[in-house]
Each structure stands twice: as structure tokens, then as C-alpha cells.
């Protein structure tokens, strides 16, 4: 199981010498801004959000490919932060990641035979029968058979879909307890993607792994996750049981995706129209809600209080105006 509690991410806007002297040099980018969600054994989360959201900045916290500026990351009980170098490695490597980008992940000078086996050389194996056993059958998994069709084959000899299957071969090597993949579909021919969320299903199926499936784009989660986590702006604006969420959504950040998607699922309501404009930056705190600007249905009290995930039929959701208990609150053109 892993756990993330009150994730933060930060950047600096400006870096290096220009830092000295820019007028923006305390100013910072909350790429991920308070993110806690968990992941139970077998079970698939799907984080949704727009581009720039913070979903590749939380994966890459996760896989410890960055230290978070605040919060903690505990994977079965045992908080990342607390442990020294060497551990940590250990640790992390219990969280594999699959890259968006099946071209830009590999080493060009290698050969498929070389990509598999590498997260096991690395971590010490040096048997070389045992190494050759782990490589086919982890290709064996991934459907790259018969595997000796491609051992000695350049990854740039193989389609998009295969080589993410490469890819998802070599996260899965050291049997991780997680995987996170990150757009694993979205540089993928259409006629390709389902293939690979297919794959995807499968491995959590057959190995218990857990998965964190991050897109942007709704249309496929409901064949792959049991539970959503909506991000917007470096936060969790909702998140509950995926088919409760793609059926009935609850935030409206949530309802303007739903509706933008064709068909999520079969009988999903569509209330609401597709958002304008684009997301704010992450640089500067309003103090508010941080989907105001877009929103269809803001109130003047959503401009200066920033609502938290409170509890609201099944899910989780930060609105003001989903409050169970409360004053029914008035939309902004009524109110003035
Ligand atoms: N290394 C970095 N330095 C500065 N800003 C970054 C860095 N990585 C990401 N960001 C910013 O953080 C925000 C979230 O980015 P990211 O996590 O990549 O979003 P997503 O994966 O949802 O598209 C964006 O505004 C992005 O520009
Ligand atoms: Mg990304």
C-alpha cells in the first residue's frame, strides 16, 4: 500500500545566475500543491488533470526521481524520508515508472536484450542464466513473443507499441510493488492504445501490483481504474470510486471534462459545457479556489476562501457549493 500525505513540489521560476537578480527570483512554481491520496494492493488509481496539472511532477516524487519540498510518501508503512541513501534505492525500487515517451526512455545504443536486463544488472544480479530467465519471462509477460524474435533487435526497429511494451517489461523486471505510468497511451496510435491499457489491466490482475495510471484524458479510465483523483492546479479537486465520478461528478472542474469526452460510459449524465480559457499558472496563490475563473457556477466567497475535499455523496470533492450541510450558496450573477 502506498501512502502520500500533503505532497508539495515547488520550483523556482527563475534559476542559476539569472536567480541574483530577477525581480521574480522568491517567486515559485506549486507544481504540486498538498496531493494525499492512497493506493491499496491490486488497485489502480487514475489521476486526471489537464496539462501542467502536476500529475508528471507527483509520479516523479513517487518513483523518487524528486524530493518533495513538503509531505511524505510511505510505501507499506515505511516513510521514504526516513531512510539513508542506500535504502532508499531499495525502496524506490519498489515503484517503477512508465514514461509517456517509448522513444525517449531508451538508450539508443541498446538492444532490446540490454533494455529488460538493465534494472537488474543495476541493482546487482550478475548470473547470467538467471538474467536471461527474468528477461523472457518478463517479455513473455509484456506479449513481446516469441521473445527471441526481439532480443538482439535495435528498440528503434519496433513500432510505438511495441516498444512500450518494452518499456512496461522493464518496470516490471524487479517485480516492483507499483507502477506508475505516466500517458503510457497518449504518443500511441489509436489503434494501439487499447492494446496497451489491455496489457496494463492484465499485469495488476495476474501480479497484484498496484497501479497509478495518469492521463489526460478521461476516456480511458474507466476500463483500467478503480478510483480517480481529478487534479487541477498542483491539487486533488475530487476523487472517489471511478464509476461514481465518470457517472455523477460532482465538482464542476470534473463535470467540464466528463462533458468534453464523447462517451465515458454508457448512460453518463452531461450537465455541464465544455470549460474556457486555460488553467491559471501555479505561481501565484489567490488565496481562493483555484478554478474560479473558469468556473460556471462560482460564488464571491470561492474568490477569497480555498474550499477542501470534504465528503459529498461517495467522493471526495473541494467546492464550496457542495457543502452536505450549510446554506445553499447563491452563484455570483444572482448574488450582486
Ligand atoms: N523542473 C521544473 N522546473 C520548473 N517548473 C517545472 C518543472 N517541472 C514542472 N514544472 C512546472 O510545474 C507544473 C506542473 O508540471 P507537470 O507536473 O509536468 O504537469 P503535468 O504532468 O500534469 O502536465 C507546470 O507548471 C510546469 O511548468
Ligand atoms: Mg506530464
Given at each position: 500500500?502506498i501512502e502520500v500525505t500533503d505532497l508539495?513540489?515547488?520550483?523556482?521560476?527563475?534559476?542559476?545566475?539569472?536567480?541574483?537578480?530577477?525581480?521574480?527570483?522568491?517567486?515559485?512554481?506549486?507544481?504540486?500543491?498538498?496531493v494525499s491520496f492512497r493506493?491499496?494492493?491490486?488497485?489502480?488509481?487514475?489521476?486526471?488533470?489537464?496539462?501542467?496539472?502536476?500529475?508528471?511532477?507527483t509520479?516523479?516524487m513517487l518513483a523518487g526521481?524528486e524530493a518533495p519540498?513538503?509531505g511524505s510518501i510511505r510505501i507499506?508503512?515505511q516513510d521514504a524520508s526516513d531512510l539513508?541513501?542506500?535504502?532508499r534505492?531499495?525502496f524506490h525500487?519498489e515503484v517503477?515508472?512508465?514514461?509517456?515517451?517509448?522513444?525517449?526512455?531508451?538508450?539508443?545504443?541498446?538492444?532490446?536484450?540490454?533494455?529488460?536486463?538493465?534494472?537488474?544488472?543495476?541493482?546487482?544480479?550478475?548470473?547470467?542464466?538467471?538474467?536471461?530467465?527474468?528477461?523472457?519471462?518478463?517479455?513473455?509477460?509484456?506479449?513481446?513473443?516469441?521473445?527471441?524474435?526481439?532480443?538482439?533487435?535495435?528498440?528503434?526497429?519496433?513500432?510505438?507499441?511495441?516498444?512500450?511494451?518494452?518499456?512496461?517489461?522493464?518496470?516490471?523486471?524487479?517485480?516492483?510493488?507499483f507502477?506508475?505510468?505516466?500517458?503510457?497511451?497518449?504518443?500511441?496510435?489509436?489503434?494501439?492504445?487499447?492494446?496497451?491499457?489491455?496489457?496494463?489491466?492484465?499485469?495488476?490482475?495476474?501480479?497484484?501490483?498496484?497501479?497509478?495510471?495518469?492521463?489526460?484524458?478521461?476516456?480511458?479510465?474507466?476500463?483500467?481504474?478503480?478510483?480517480?483523483?481529478?487534479?487541477?492546479?498542483?491539487?486533488?479537486?475530487?476523487?472517489?470510486?471511478?464509476?461514481?465520478?465518470?457517472?455523477?461528478?460532482?465538482?464542476?472542474?470534473?463535470?467540464?471534462?466528463?462533458?468534453?469526452?464523447?462517451?465515458?460510459?454508457?448512460?453518463?449524465?452531461?450537465?455541464?459545457?465544455?470549460?474556457?480559457?486555460?488553467?491559471?499558472?501555479?505561481?501565484?496563490?489567490?488565496?481562493?479556489?483555484?478554478?474560479?475563473?473558469?468556473?460556471?457556477?462560482?460564488?464571491?466567497?470561492?474568490?477569497?476562501?480555498?474550499?477542501?475535499?470534504?465528503?459529498?455523496?461517495?467522493?471526495?470533492?473541494?467546492?464550496?457549493?457542495?457543502?452536505?450541510?450549510?446554506?445553499?450558496?447563491?452563484?455570483?450573477?444572482?448574488?450582486?
Open positions: 500500500m508539495v513540489r515547488h520550483y523556482p521560476v527563475v534559476t542559476g545566475l539569472r536567480a541574483l537578480f530577477s525581480a521574480d527570483r522568491h517567486k515559485l512554481v506549486r507544481a504540486v500543491d498538498g493506493v491499496g494492493d491490486g488497485e489502480v488509481l487514475g489521476i486526471v488533470g489537464e496539462s501542467g496539472c502536476g500529475k508528471s511532477t509520479a516523479k526521481l519540498t513538503a507499506n508503512g539513508r541513501d542506500r535504502d534505492k531499495e525500487r517503477q515508472m512508465v514514461f509517456q515517451d517509448p522513444y525517449g526512455s531508451i538508450n539508443p545504443s541498446h538492444d532490446v536484450f540490454q533494455v529488460v536486463s538493465r534494472p537488474l544488472v543495476y541493482q546487482g544480479e550478475r548470473d547470467r542464466k538467471a538474467i536471461r530467465r527474468r528477461v523472457l519471462a518478463a517479455m513473455d509477460q509484456v506479449g513481446l513473443s516469441p521473445p527471441d524474435l526481439y532480443l538482439g533487435k535495435h528498440p528503434h526497429l519496433l513500432s510505438g507499441g511495441q516498444r512500450q511494451r518494452l518499456c512496461i517489461a522493464r518496470a516490471i523486471i524487479l517485480n516492483p510493488t507502477l506508475v505510468a505516466d500517458e503510457p497511451i497518449s504518443m500511441l496510435d489509436v489503434s494501439i492504445k487499447w492494446d496497451i491499457i489491455r496489457l496494463l489491466r492484465r499485469l495488476v490482475r495476474e501480479t497484484g501490483l498496484s497501479l497509478i495510471y495518469i492521463t489526460h484524458d478521461l476516456a480511458t479510465v474507466s476500463t483500467i481504474c478503480d478510483r480517480l483523483a481529478i487534479m487541477y492546479l498542483g491539487k486533488i479537486v475530487e476523487t472517489g470510486p471511478a464509476l461514481k465520478i465518470l457517472t455523477a461528478p460532482a465538482h464542476p472542474y470534473t463535470k467540464a471534462l466528463i462533458a468534453s469526452i464523447p462517451s465515458p460510459v454508457p448512460g453518463a449524465r452531461r450537465e455541464a459545457a465544455d470549460i474556457k480559457g486555460a488553467m491559471p499558472d501555479a505561481i501565484t496563490p489567490t488565496g481562493g479556489c483555484g478554478f474560479v475563473d473558469r468556473c460556471p457556477v462560482a460564488v464571491k466567497r470561492c474568490a477569497v476562501s480555498e474550499p477542501a475535499l470534504t465528503r459529498y455523496q461517495g467522493r471526495d470533492a473541494a467546492c464550496h457549493l457542495l457543502a452536505e450541510s450549510g446554506p445553499a450558496a447563491v452563484p455570483i450573477a444572482m448574488e450582486a
